[in-house]
């Protein structure tokens, strides 16, 4: 049976950005990070120092015996520190390192946090949720060069961007330690902001999820999210470092949880980070990179004598690329139309063409007449994909759109070689749309509005406001390849608007009606 971490493993690889983290206060612990509650418990120590009373061995009983009232943070903090100033002051003690801690590592970055903020950087994961007040992730994903959008209070959920449009998000339940308004009493525990709640919703519907050092136990707020979403798309894994509480217990069997155990969270996400990154190097290496690809390809276009080998290596990487896009990798039912998985599901279909789409480019620019119909059987195959059963019709008309990131990037390529019987050979290629029906030409099958409708690239990260979305996606994501054959970035768009003009004009020219004979 595979282990639940090979399993979580494959899962974050494949399904890039789909998990959400949420650390809970085991993950800062070993950083010498005090929780909330026991920075509460603390500050009623210094209250009762303050009255000259002895120091009490049970802080909350005391509070409540001379007050009445349950402990609060923001009232504490106010009766131990008049000032703004003097409370932040107050508060960086427990959260920020004195000379004699940081020579001892203490409340800086653990191994844990530097892991999380390398699947960040890499874009695994786009989305933490976390019940901690400190700023160690902030830290480390500075570290790795990551700004994320961070949200610590109701008014930062109201008015932040959607999930989809921020590369990183750091969603911090409880606030933030230099905002006052942090909750850590029971009482301030039981329940969220709407605003908080609604952003809440949305991630624990939308992501999957990864849980760490959080025991489920005070927080009822998060407790009660977790109960009330209803989403089972993605499974969701459960870190164990000591016997679950009975919540815990409890949440894991309601969200059909697979546990993980672990010695603590220092070993587990670089464990986890290095299994991912072994993944990405395998399908890096094998097979063999897009670069070491093309420079083979260039030395076989040399001659006549390597017709064969030219033929194998373009089929066989055409037959892996197909096996891929129209598996199992890529359903049209039983998954939502949600932005993340929009974009989750583009970066997968560009990352598994990008060999395929270099060779083809490369065919495009340098290939001769006799490599002409290995460029067109190439495309045929991507741009016939295999039948699909009943599902979502925009996931079913987005098979389409590896063939139209191949017919873009060879005919941009064709273009600025000034290669234009490739690109005619291409753009006319008799393509069958559907069983016992006569075959369409590419410039009527293969265009961006019948691959994906506006509406549905503009909920995108950027798109929001184009015009012409998947256009602009295209140029975007083909800028890379294209820019050793045409570095000039002016050049590079005259290429691409003169392809789009050409491909209007083909497609103009498969509805024309044939011309009816003369009589006499």
Avoid at 20 to 26: D, I, P, T, V
Avoid at 119 to 134: E, Q
């Amino acid at each position: 049976m595979i282990e639940p971490m090979v399993s979580l493993a494959f899962s974050a690889y494949s399904g890039k950005g789909v998990y959400a983290l949420l650390l809970g206060s085991g993950v800062s612990r070993a950083a010498g990070i005090p929780t909330g509650w026991e920075i509460v418990l603390d500050l009623i120590k210094k209250l009762a120092l303050l009255h000259e009373e002895d120091c009490p061995a049970d802080p909350e009983a005391w509070f409540k015996a001379k007050y009445e009232r349950e402990p609060d943070y923001s009232d504490l903090l106010a009766a131990l520190a008049k000032s703004p100033a003097e409370r932040t002051q107050m508060l960086r003690a427990y959260f920020e390192p004195d000379e004699q801690e940081r020579e001892q590592g203490l409340k800086l970055p653990t191994p844990a946090h530097r892991a999380v903020a390398e699947l960040l950087a890499k874009g695994f994961v786009r989305v933490i949720l976390t019940t901690n007040f400190d700023r160690l992730i902030e830290k480390a994903l500075a570290e790795a060069g990551v700004e994320p959008a961070v949200i610590s209070s109701a008014d930062a959920a109201e008015g932040a961007l959607p999930l989809t449009h921020a590369p990183c998000t750091l969603i911090k339940l409880h606030g933030d330690y230099l905002d006052t308004r942090i909750k850590n009493t029971q009482a301030e525990l039981e329940s969220y902001e709407p605003p908080m709640n609604s952003l809440l919703d949305r991630v624990l519907d939308d992501y999957g999820l990864i849980v760490c050092g959080w025991s489920a136990e005070w927080d009822a707020a998060l407790r009660s999210a977790m109960e009330r979403s209803r989403s089972r798309r993605f499974t969701a894994y459960w870190t164990e470092k000591d016997p679950l509480t009975e919540a815990a217990t409890r949440l894991v069997s309601l969200r059909q949880a697979c546990v993980i155990k672990i010695d603590d969270a220092s070993s587990f996400f670089p464990q986890l980070l290095d299994k991912v990154l072994a993944l990405e190097a395998m399908d890096a290496q094998h097979p063999r990179s897009a670069q070491v690809a093309v420079a083979q390809l260039k030395r076989y276009l040399e001659g006549p004598e390597h017709l064969i080998r030219v033929t194998d290596l373009v089929e066989s990487e055409t037959e892996r690329v197909y096996a891929g896009l129209f598996g199992d990798r890529f359903p049209v039912q039983g998954v939502p139309l949600s932005s993340a998985e929009r974009a989750r599901r583009l970066e997968a279909y560009e990352s598994l063409l990008e060999k395929l789409r270099d060779l083809m480019i490369c065919l495009a620019r340098w290939g001769k007449e006799e490599h002409r119909h290995i460029l067109q059987k190439a495309f045929r195959r991507i741009a016939t994909p295999s039948l699909a059963p009943a599902g979502f019709t925009a996931w079913i008309n987005l098979r389409l759109y590896p063939a139209l990131v191949l017919l873009y990037g060879t005919g941009v390529s064709a273009i600025a070689a000034e290669q234009f019987g490739k690109l005619a050979a291409l753009l006319m290629l008799p393509l069958r749309s559907k069983r016992d029906e006569a075959p369409l030409e590419t410039a009527r099958m293969v265009i961006p509005l019948k691959v994906a409708q506006p509406d549905f690239v503009q909920r995108l990260p950027g798109m929001d406001r184009r015009y012409t979305p998947l256009s602009d996606h295209l140029w975007e994501v083909l800028r890379a390849p294209l820019r050793a054959q045409i570095p000039d970035d002016r050049d590079y768009e005259d290429a691409f608007d003169w392809f789009e003009y050409l491909l209007a004009l083909a497609w103009i020219s498969t509805r024309a009606p044939s011309p009816k004979p003369r009589t006499a």
